[in-house]
């Protein structure tokens, strides 16, 4: 809503705007490009406008969509997933990926799955089990060796640390 009224205040026509992309009615749109990215940059937005970068975009907006709503619905592995959605080959996505971003598309990807395990650790509402169910791992040891790879913890220790820093509304 805020990038659309930004592009309405500035007098563009959106057709769309979704995470990452928007199409706007205007072909040229050089007399305002400075100040909607002035604007956008001061609202925490940015404009990319260069094929690598839409394409590292695309591709990390891939994968959180799939880690944060498509949960173990994964028909296939993650190369295949990236090559269907982006319709290029995976080589060259990883090695573009792996120089702009200095990590590469699995590490990203694994990175992002323990970050919604933090997340759902938090909530309390389900096991490691079922955690490692909807996040498509193989084994509950899977996942905690993942876990503790990337944070230094086991999923049960980082529990402990959050809950020590919380404090019951009573006590405040």
């Known amino acids: 809503m805020v990038v659309k009224n930004e592009l309405e205040n500035l007098g563009l026509h959106p057709v769309s705007v979704e995470l990452g992309e928007v199409v706007i009615l205007e072909s040229d749109i050089e007399h305002v490009i400075q100040t909607l990215r002035m604007n956008l940059q001061t609202l925490g937005f940015s404009i990319i406008d260069d094929k690598k970068s839409q394409t590292i975009d695309k591709i990390k907006n891939l994968i959180i969509d799939l880690v944060q709503n498509k949960n173990n619905q994964i028909k296939s ?38 970050e919604k395990v933090k997340e759902l650790l938090m909530y309390d509402e389900m096991t490691l089990n079922e955690m490692a169910f909807l996040l498509n791992y193989s084994s509950v040891a899977h996942l905690s060796n993942q876990f503790k790879k990337v944070t230094g913890f086991s999923p049960s220790h980082y529990k402990q640390l959050k809950e020590k820093k919380r404090r019951q509304i009573e006590d405040l």
Request: charged share 25%; no cysteine; aromatic share 14%.
């Open 77 to 114: 592995n993650l190369s295949d997933y990236l090559i269907e959605h982006l319709a290029q080959d995976y080589s060259s996505l990883s090695k573009l990926f792996s120089e702009v971003e200095g990590i590469t598309i699995e590490k990203y990807f694994i990175h992002q799955k323990i």
